[in-house]
């Protein structure tokens, strides 16, 4: 159980070798059902193999991997993250968590530990809903909330979710068959890195995540009217863009009136038949609201259209605002939590206690299972980006942390 630094070693080797399996050469892009997703699941699934795991692909392209307890009647403890990944990523978000995952299950099973639960470590498919905007896709099947709607959404190049599923060599139609029922779970951890500066500025390895913040994502298309910039005057201008302008200033100023809790961005900037020399007609762009707090991202999502269309109107445009996505805010698990706690002071570390900005699959496990998670420091706080980075050490005081609460669970049976 210890050798820490030898088995971060290996972890560190083994994200390396994943990252190096990407659509494009030089950078990190792994999206759903790609070749090069699948052949980073082979990777893993090679791995897991290799580890003594009982080894499968559900239908959406999940890798599970079962360490099987010898008790009747025993539930499910699933610890997982995710192998997809977003364009340009860094290393570690998601594989990360099923790679330290991986090194737990495989100390056990050297082990040939005796387990009052099974052990299932899941690698999900689509996390990062890059391909069809659809976050979530294999925890969601596991779960049991899947929507079957979904099947007919198609990607940039026209092909359906059903499609790309039936092309992995799943069957888009026996979804329902891979779901692990509510009664069977034991419960659920992920490890995961921070995503945000707390721990890179107070030089801290690890911490534990309390709750996790609701989104709500908004297409907004603002409507003008095209001109010639050199013939139209200024004060008698329909410009979308300007429009669009305004909003995105509007946005972050609401949201820094709000505090630290309230986080609002707008990421996408779309102008259709755009021209240096044409008063821009039509305007497409983003708003990605976020909160811990289920009143607050209400409030402040209905405040936001309102003055929204007000602007619209007072520039004699039009708005059609379209919610496209909304996740309630988690809450961690108290009794989960409290064993990480004293896992992470065990390892002699301080406990510091964060709320996780980013959605994780997490999300829809806790609507069926008590979840917790542990965030470990990345390099200023920096991800979704090739600069993510995360140090030997604090792979190494994960591994501590995590293997300390995981034996804590066993334990207490």
Sequence with gaps: MSNYPERA??????????????????????????PAFVQGRDLVQQWMQQAGLEVRVDNIGNLR???????????????GSHIDTVVNAGRFDGPLGVLLGLDLLEQ???????????????????????????TYLGSKVLTGAFEPDLLGRTDAA?????EAITTMGGNPTQLAADVLPAVEWQGYFEAHIEQGPVLWEQQ?????????????????????MAGHAGTV??????????????????????????????????????VPHAASNVIPGEVVCSLDLRSPDEAELAAAYEQLRQQAEAQATRRGLTLDWQLVQQTAPVSCDVALNAGLREAVAAAGYPVIELVSGAG????????VAPATMLFVRCYRGISHNPLENVEPADLAAALQVAEQFLAGLISAG
């Design 9 to 34: 070693a290996q972890l560190m080797r083994r994200i390396e070798q994943l990252a190096a399996i990407s659509e494009e050469a030089g950078v990190v892009t792994r999206t759903f059902g790609t």
């Design 360 to 367: 994780h699959d997490a999300v829809p496990v806790s609507q």
């Design 233 to 270: 005057p200024m004060t008698m201008r329909q410009d979308a863009l300007a429009g669009a302008a305004e909003f995105v200033l509007l946005a972050e100023q609401f949201a820094r009136a709000h505090g630290r809790s309230l986080v609002a961005t707008v990421g996408k900037l779309q």
């Design 204 to 224: 801290v390895p690890v911490a534990v995540v309390t709750a996790i913040a609701g989104q709500r994502r908004v297409e907004l298309t603002f409507r003008g």
């Design 158 to 162: 026209g092909i359906s979710l059903a």
């Design 65 to 79: 991997g079962r360490l099987a307890s010898a008790r009747p009647g025993a539930k499910t403890f699933v610890i």
């Design 108 to 134: 056990l099973a050297a082990r040939r530990a005796e387990l009052p639960f099974h052990l299932e470590l899941l690698a999900f498919s689509d996390e990062e809903g890059v391909r069809f905007h659809t």
